[in-house]
């Protein structure tokens, strides 16, 4: 069967996918282990804000297949698939399910850490907007997520295997390469996410990680000097 090479992950989107992995387990690994490296924790929570604000912008901005109104079909889409009625490329409806609650929860991880405390020397940069008992529910839930957001990773993982060896359609090399074969000579690569488009998500990116450590805070008043 003759088949045809198309684009349909662009760099972004690709960049992104693999950056957010790493720095989720980063994030796992110094959260767990404390100490000195909660300020390596909260850095790496601000590069995963920026990460999720500037997907969310690429869903609205990017190319074909990373655009949610492509990929977000609804119940119906589901029940599709489901029966074997469905055929694309890009995200199935079952994984476009698994790219919304992930996001959702991955930005409700971050969300909750930013208003954190650990009790002792480190706080989020957005702990002073909030009461110390309100910190201290948010960080209970902060702290209680991780388990859910592990089960959300590992069935992720196990949905790529079981595609590569059951349905044998490896999900990912193109999410390495950009590209996928295809038999049908009437699909299309991917179009669109140019260079203006990378600029204004970037932008939206940049000013949410700004928001996020706290850059909408007035500094504290200067401490008196005291007169001799």
Known sequence: MQTYRIRVWDLAT??????????VVAAYVTGLIGGNLMQWHAWIGLAIVGLLAFRIAWGWLGSTYARFGQFVRGPNAVLDYLRGRWHGVGHNPIGAVSVLVLLGVLSLQSLTGLFGNDDIAFEGPLYVLISKDSSDWLIGLHRQMIWPIAA??????????????????????PMFTGEKRVSDPNIASAKGGGWLALLAALLIAGALVWVANGGLIPPPPPVPVPAW
């Not at 690709?14 to 720095?23: D, S």
């Open 14 to 23: 690709r960049v992104v996918h693999w950056a957010l992995f790493v720095l």
């Open 152 to 173: 959300l990773v590992g069935l992720h993982v196990a949905a790529m295997v079981f595609y590569a060896l059951v349905r044998k359609d490896n999900l990912v090399t």
